[in-house]
């Protein structure tokens, strides 16, 4: 169902967006694909609690998906695609903390001990990297 303006109606946009942004953790391609502006999601989020509370579930399904598919690529010893890793790290730990809150709102811990958690699984993600990238002593 349609608005007049032609606009998805304000449930299905929100439902939309927050689909996206479970999937991409990114605001801009969520709102895109939901068909409204970035400023309208990011205005409802200010103004609706329940909403809020859905975009930060969102995010937090988006990040535990990106933390999966970084692990799983570099476990696979042939991957099929390649992955910048680098970055990847970087946007968890550049948003440990709303990672932290969530998973700290649902196991009941404080958010303290969900951001040593995570970066503990980071500083895991790093070693794995490191020795990827060293060649092997034997070969040589």
């Not at 992955?83 to 730990?93: F, Q």
């Not at 809150?101 to 794995?128: D, H, L, M, Y």
């Amino acid at each position: 169902m349609r608005n007049r303006a032609d606009k998805p109606a304000p449930r299905q946009w929100q439902r939309t967006f927050l689909e996206a942004l479970s999937e991409t953790s990114n605001v801009s391609a969520s709102a895109k694909r939901a068909h409204v502006p970035p400023r309208e999601a990011y205005r409802l989020r200010r103004c609706d609690s329940d909403f809020a509370d859905a975009w930060r579930a969102a995010l937090f399904e988006g990040y535990a998906n990106l933390e999966m598919e970084v692990l799983g690529y570099l476990r696979d010893p042939a991957p099929k695609h390649r992955m910048d890793v680098a970055s990847a790290l970087r946007l968890l730990a550049a948003h440990k903390d709303t990672i932290a809150g969530e998973r700290a709102t649902r196991a009941n811990v404080s958010a303290a001990e969900v951001r040593a958690s995570i970066e503990r699984k980071v500083e895991i993600f790093r070693r794995q990297i490191a020795n990827r990238r060293e060649p092997d002593a034997d070969e040589h």
